[in-house]
Structure formats: C-alpha cells, structure tokens
C-alpha cells in the first residue's frame, strides 16, 4: 500500500471510530459519512495505476472529518457551529455551511487531477472553469440525492438535511460550494501543480503558469 495512503487511514481510523460511539443518530451518521466509505474503497483500489497526490490527500483527509463530525453530532448540533454561533450572535448552527463550502473546494481538487491526468485539457484555460462547473453540478445532485433521501424516510432525515428552518438553506448550500470551488482554483493550482509532479515524475505545465 502506497504509505501516504497507510497514513491516511491510520489518522483517519480513530477519528471514525470515535464517531460511531453513540452518535446522536445512526441513521443520518451512515448517510453522513457514507462518501467516505465509498471514496476510501475506490482510492485503494486504484492506488496503484492512479496514486494521489499528497495535496489531495490532505484536503480528502480534511473534508472527511468535517463529514465525520457533523455525521455524530448531526450537522444543526456540532459544538464548533454553536459556539460561532454565540461568537458572532447568529440564529443558526452554521457548520453545515462549513461543510457545504467543503464540498466545492476539496473536489475542485480531485476533479482537476483527474483531468490533468486523463484529458487533454492540460494548459487549458477552460479547465478551471470546467472544474467549477463539475463541482457545482455535484452539488446540485447532493441536494437532490437529500431530496429523495427526506421524501424515502420523511421525518427520520430532518438531521441529515439539517436545514434549521432556513427557508434558502439549499440554495445557500449550492452556493457556498460554488464559492469553494472558485476559491481553490484561485488559490491552489500552483500547488496542486507541485504536487502531483512528484506523483507522475514529471512537471506540469498548467494554464497558471503561462
């Protein structure tokens, strides 16, 4: 096993365990951390032909606390998101925004890896944009996906959708995604570059860098 990967799960294994312990659902605890069963899986099985970069390991290893913690406390109880609350005098419990804003930036890095490595979009202006569009697009099947799951099981999702009676929660949702994805191809490409070139062993030459 690729060792970062190894490091990977070994710091992310406590943290899983210790949400499991009598979160405050388990119903909307699966249905929280479930990315993470799906994404781990798959990033083992293609280690070897498709090894990751360090950077997006990193914000994969980030974005799945994040997922891990609203998943045990539900993401409308998550102390962080009280004490903001408190803080700055809100009316709601915003660590699913948090997590929403998440939702952009972390998959704008993986969706832009994947590109660089699989499609001729290499040095193209049209990848960030590109990119935006794939991760807003996963938002918006995230929040249909919430849909179906609140119309299947009715009251027992009220945790899972989290919405605390704000009537543009998805909305509000779809765009901090946005927002997340556009910050990280504002700040990260550079980056991201490095990084992965230490992956295939060679440089890359990316639109940034013209």
Not at 47 to 75: A, D, E, M, N
């Amino acid at each position: 096993m690729d060792r970062r990967l190894l490091w990977f799960c070994a710091l992310l294994a406590p943290v899983l365990g210790w949400s499991a312990v009598a979160p405050h659902d388990y119903f909307t605890w699966f249905l929280e951390v479930l990315p993470i069963f799906i994404g781990l899986p798959v990033a083992l099985a293609v280690q070897r032909r498709f090894p990751l970069s360090s950077l997006l390991l990193v914000l994969l290893w980030l974005h799945s606390v994040i997922l891990i913690v609203g998943g045990h406390y539900t993401y409308a109880r998550v102390p962080l998101g009280d004490w903001a609350m408190h803080w700055f005098g809100g009316t709601r419990n915003n660590y699913d925004k948090l997590g929403h804003f998440a939702q952009g930036f972390v998959p704008a890095i993986l969706t832009r890896e994947v590109l660089l490595r699989t499609s001729p979009l290499k040095g193209s202006k049209w990848l960030p944009v590109l990119v935006v569009s794939v991760c807003l697009a996963f938002s918006a099947l995230y929040e249909l996906l919430e849909w179906a799951v609140a119309v299947w099981s009715g009251s027992a999702a009220d945790d899972f959708l989290g919405t605390q009676g704000y009537a543009w929660d998805t909305q509000t949702d779809m765009a901090l995604a946005l927002v997340g994805a556009i910050a990280a191809m504002l700040l990260l490409p550079r980056w991201h570059d490095r990084s992965l070139a230490k992956v295939i062993g060679k440089p890359l030459i990316s639109a940034n860098q013209r």
